[in-house]
């Protein structure tokens, strides 16, 4: 255990040393959020994967296989179709705009009342996904180490807002690059296979139901259609994946970098299944509010070596999700609430959001359920207006619309969360139903609008 408290001890000091490197490069207002747009292809596809490849695609996802089988996998695959479908479609577009938000460029196509909406339902949002990456990364941490919980949460987010705060964009790039090479070996390379050899001689006592794809009793068509929604319509409209987009070289290397991650995420998908599935035999019998410890104790089997690089690889996860996220939410915070281009106010944002992330983290503590909490009212409230603008020529929206579409989906998609979807029906299908009414009522018939993709 000593050698694998060293293995990530090294790794988190190259992550904090990284930011601070890369402080030098972000002295402007434009390097620090956007990396000075030059940022290539393999780089940038490292970036996003390393982005999206979060909580929700491995301790959430190995969660739900090791309780309910492999239908939740369409949790990963709705992801990866996501950008595959952006990368296919809206990635150009976005790079074009040249803007630095989000919330920006729903002002681009709309009015300042929608960006000021959408960049207070997206901070809200951001809060959420952070505080799931702090979980899933204290998840792992507390199978190593028998620290304090809270005190373990507290480190790991200190150490993120430590390193995004100095380098902004550069910083966050750089240390995903490395999160990326460290995820492909230790994930994918390493952890799959050698679990699998480990434990498929068994693999004939895991519970039929588990096997089955792509509907299983667990899991019926109207589930799997949500889970495929919830996690698809986040990775076409992300405030985190739109800003690295915005940091491409090129309308190109957007488009190819968006495609490139799909199929990584594709890749992570289906390791995490094959982990997930070992850990139903290695870890057997845990309850459910113990099942997101399953994967990260089946790993520490491997020995102290191994299981120190690939438990690396699962922090690397995390952390490289959690600073982009917060780049993101912070980058917003000054840019489309406060409406100041101001670093210094970024890197206040970047600390407040860390820690109200950290809070709800502690409040919560329920993986699965800061999960639906984030992408549900995500996914509701934001997607369809924000798509239906980009294509405002044809579905004529209205930014009054917009702005109903925007509310009514988030709050109301909230709501019925709370209520714990009532009637079986989930919050997802629910938030993009009341989302979809107002942009239908609210269209201009005249249909005179501008092109949505002229630059400003």
């Not at 309308?251 to 990584?264: H, Y």
């Not at 249909?447 to 630059?455: A, F, H, S, V, W």
């Amino acid at each position: 255990m000593n050698l694998t408290v060293i293995i990530l001890a090294i790794y988190l000091s190259t992550l904090v040393l990284v930011g601070l490197i890369c402080s030098k490069k972000s002295k402007t207002s434009k390097s620090f959020y956007l990396a000075d747009r030059k940022i290539s292809t393999l780089p940038l596809t490292a970036t996003i994967t390393a982005t999206v490849v979060g909580g929700s695609a491995t301790i959430a996802t190995a969660k739900l296989i090791y309780l309910y089988g492999l239908p939740s996998l369409w949790l990963d695959i709705g992801a990866a179709a996501g950008l595959i479908i952006l990368g296919l479609t809206l990635a150009k577009i976005v790079r074009k705009t040249k803007l630095y938000t989000l919330p920006e460029i729903t002002e681009h196509l709309f009015n300042n009342k929608v960006r000021s909406t959408a960049a207070i339902l997206i901070i809200l949002t951001q809060i959420a996904w952070i505080s799931l990456l702090i979980q899933g990364t204290g998840a792992i941490i507390a199978v190593l180490f028998p620290i304090n919980y809270t005190i373990t949460l507290t480190i790991i987010t200190t150490i993120f807002i430590a390193y995004t705060i100095s380098g902004g964009q550069y910083a966050v790039i750089y240390t995903d690059i490395i999160q990326f090479l460290i995820m492909i070996i230790g994930v994918c390379f390493l952890s799959a296979p050698l679990l699998y050899f480990k434990a498929a001689p068994m693999f004939s006592t895991i519970p039929m139901e588990h096997l089955k794809f792509p509907v299983n009793n667990s899991y019926g068509f109207l589930p799997i259609i949500s889970l495929f929604f919830m996690m698809l319509m986040p990775h076409l409209v992300g405030p985190d994946i739109y800003s690295k987009l915005l940091t491409a070289k090129t309308e190109k290397t957007a488009t190819k970098a968006a495609i490139l991650s799909g199929l990584f995420r594709i890749l992570f998908a289906i390791s995490i299944g094959v982990i997930s599935l070992s850990a139903i035999i290695l870890v057997p019998g845990l309850p459910s509010d113990q099942a997101v410890f399953a994967m990260p104790m089946a790993i520490t089997q491997l020995g102290p070596i191994l299981s120190g690089i690939i438990l690396a690889a699962f922090i690397s996860v995390m952390l490289s999700s959690a600073d982009s996220v917060l780049l993101s939410a912070g980058t917003i915070l000054s840019i489309d609430i406060l409406k100041k281009n101001s670093i210094l106010i970024s890197r206040i944002g970047i600390l407040a959001i860390g820690l109200l992330a950290l809070l709800l983290a502690l409040y919560l503590n329920d993986i699965i359920q800061t999960l639906k909490l984030a992408y549900t009212v995500f996914t509701s409230g934001l997607t369809l207006p924000i798509l239906f603008g980009f294509y405002k020529t044809k579905t004529r929206v209205t930014s009054k619309g917009a702005l109903l579409s925007l509310i009514s989906g988030g709050a109301i998609s909230l709501l019925w969360l709370s209520l714990g979807n009532p009637f079986q029906i989930d919050a997802v299908i629910i938030g993009l139903t009341m989302s979809l009414i107002p942009l239908l009522i609210f269209r201009d018939v005249k249909n005179e609008r501008k092109n949505p993709t002229t630059t400003k």
